[in-house]
Every structure is written in structure tokens, then in C-alpha cells.
Nanobody, 123 residues
């Protein structure tokens, strides 16, 4: 069992940055690939980024490539999402998720979810 708690969201102007954090409970964090998803009002939840259990592999959605960076600290049971050059269309609730495979890209493949953190980007 893994419990996930996100933090770091907030209100920021376009062009600004935020660092989102997701802290996991349990001693099996390093066994899981970790992802960040986001969901804007009226839209489906979409994958933003994925990182493998050891941090050696990373995947980004085209919409955030070059602006967002995912990284993890297994000693601290934490995964991060550094968001730079934010745009109003990045406004959403951001969720972290734990899954058994780095190849997972669909939300229904993930076992554990956090409660989400709101990111709002003003123009």
C-alpha cells in the first residue's frame, strides 16, 4: 500500500514557475514508476510526465516537453515536477500516481493516487 500526498501548487503568472512535490508513505516507493497527471475543468485527466523507478528513464507529454522536469529522490520517498514557463493552459489539478511499470501511460493502469494540488496560471 502506498499513500501519496502532493503539495506545491498555487497561483502564478504566465511565465512563472512552481515545483510540485509528492511524498509517498511506505518502504516500497523505489519499486514504483511515478507519474504526474493533470485534469482541467471539463477535460479528461491527461498524462504529463513519467519517471522510472531509478530515475533513469523519463517521458513527457509534448505539451510540456522542454518546460517541465520530473525527478525523484528515493531516499526521501519523493517525486517532483518542476514546472517552468507556465502558460494559462497549464491550469489544472495536478495528481501524482504510482504504477508498477514505466510503460504505463493510461490513468487506469496506475495503482495509487494522491489527492491533487491546484495549479492556476493567470495571463
Amino acid at each position: 500500500q502506498v499513500q501519496l500526498v502532493e503539495s506545491g501548487g498555487g497561483l502564478v503568472q504566465a511565465g512563472g514557475s512552481l515545483r510540485l512535490s509528492c511524498v509517498a508513505s511506505g518502504r516500497t516507493f523505489s519499486m514504483y514508476a511515478m507519474s504526474w497527471f493533470r485534469q482541467a475543468p471539463g477535460k479528461e485527466r491527461e498524462l504529463v510526465a513519467v519517471i522510472s523507478w531509478d530515475g533513469g528513464n523519463k517521458y513527457y507529454a509534448d505539451s510540456v516537453k522542454g518546460r517541465f522536469t520530473i525527478f525523484r529522490d528515493n531516499a526521501e520517498n519523493t517525486v517532483y515536477l518542476q514546472t517552468n514557463s507556465l502558460k494559462p493552459e497549464d491550469t489544472a489539478v495536478y495528481y501524482c500516481a504510482a504504477g508498477r511499470s514505466y510503460s504505463y501511460r493510461l490513468s487506469n493502469e496506475y495503482d495509487y493516487w494522491g489527492q491533487g494540488t491546484q495549479v492556476t496560471v493567470s495571463s
